[in-house]
């Protein structure tokens, strides 16, 4: 049962542009929602997180958007470089919950991004 | 601080047998994650080891176990490989595993190849 959905499954943005990527998800336990870039050859790193309390979340050129009432958050990367290019996956999980929910990160599928110069 | 680190970065097994990965966790984590990423299921859940303890397991067969030691260095085993089992395995750690604003840090992975 895939718990959160991403889309779309892959990018091409020209230099300088903005990038969205989205994500739903099902599970309305979930209070914590980070984002992870993963280069190839890499882990996935974290980028920015959020939690439900707050709408929106930014550093520097991103941005987290949180809809709680339409279990959908998306991430905007606004003046896109090359360096950007990557795969970003967006992820859930729920805290303090015990049981199931221990050191548990809900994957969305991934989104590849390709910045061209 | 030195990040996460997993030994060996690439691997390749024939079916039948078995393999073990290693995964040393930030200096003060006592919560180690373990996933497998493939291209068609992304990245997914394996188990959770704190303080020595599964504490939390995700939906793969029993071939897939798991130990942490007591300087919460973990190990995943996978007996009896399956061509399937080619993916990359990432190890995650953080403080406390319980989710929330706890961040995972994650290594860069085993590459492991099933012939």
């Known amino acids: 049962q895939q718990q959160v959905k991403q889309s779309p499954q892959s990018l091409i943005v020209q230099k300088g542009g903005i990038s969205i990527i989205n994500c739903a998800y099902e599970?309305?336990?979930?209070?914590?929602f980070p984002w992870y870039q993963q280069f190839p050859g890499k882990g996935p790193a974290l980028l920015i997180a959020?939690?439900?309390?707050?709408s929106e979340k930014k550093e520097g050129r991103f941005t987290i958007s949180f809809n709680k009432s339409a279990k959908q958050f998306s991430l905007h990367i606004m003046d896109s470089q090359p360096g950007d290019s990557a795969t970003y996956f967006c992820a859930a999980s729920r805290g303090n919950a015990g049981g199931t929910s221990y050191g548990k990160l809900t994957f969305g599928q991934g989104t590849i991004l390709t910045v061209h110069p | 601080k030195a990040g996460v680190t997993q030994t060996p970065r690439y691997l390749i097994k024939t079916r039948g047998q078995q393999v073990t990965l290693s995964c040393s966790p930030i200096?003060?984590?006592?919560?180690v994650s373990w996933y497998q990423q493939t291209p068609g299921q992304g990245l997914q859940f394996l188990f959770e080891?704190?303080?020595?303890?599964?504490?939390n397991k995700g939906n793969f067969p029993g071939r897939f176990s798991g130990r942490q030691f007591s300087n919460s260095r973990s190990e995943m085993n996978v007996s009896t490989l399956e061509l399937g089992d080619s993916a990359l395995y990432l190890c995650?750690?953080?403080?406390?595993?319980?989710?929330?604003?706890?961040?995972?840090?994650f290594g860069p992975g085993t590459r492991l190849t099933v012939l």
């Open positions: 599970n309305t336990a979930f209070d914590y």
């Open positions: 959020i939690r439900p309390d707050v």
């Open positions: 080891y704190f303080s020595e303890t599964q504490r």
């Open positions: 200096s003060g984590h006592r919560s």
């Open positions: 995650a750690s953080s403080l406390s595993g319980q989710g929330g604003t706890d961040t995972q840090y």
